[in-house]
């Protein structure tokens, strides 16, 4: 028995069989991407924007993150909303010492005014409900839409 085993392991290397390479020589690995947030700690923030728009991010416009406004006092509306959904910690009002920018969405939820103003130079939504702020190719598709309107109505005038 153990004669036909040697024999049939011989039999086979000599049709060219036998062991193969090792998987690691077979295969070639894809390669690893590190995830957004470490790219913009070693890439600096425009690299970190790029990244952002490639998946599918737009930042908000400038104009929309400057207009949200300034909140002095806890919401009246009887909810909880008592810390920063980003950063977790507390949205304190009654520190008057050291006070802490608030800033409210369009939405009514509220953010300390660093961790929003970060956020929405990522994403051009609420991080609670998605709601959606204009971005800068909102603004430029509506500068572009008035010019348009101004050739038309130049090319329109009659005397």
Known sequence: ???????????????????????????????????????????GDAAAASISNKRGRVA??????????????????????DCCAICLQDLDYSDKAHPVPVRAMPCSHTFHEHCIFEWLRRNAVCPLCRHQLPTEDDHEQEQEQGRRRRRRRIRNFRI
């Open 1 to 43: 028995m153990e004669e036909d085993i040697v024999w049939e392991i011989g039999e086979i290397e000599a049709q060219g069989g036998g062991e193969s390479p090792p998987l690691f020589d077979q295969a070639t690995p894809p390669p690893l991407y590190p995830p957004a947030s470490v790219s913009s700690l070693t890439r």
């Open 60 to 81: 908000a416009s400038s104009k929309a993150i400057q207009g949200l406004r300034e909140v002095t006092a806890p919401p009246t509306d009887g909810s909880d909303d």
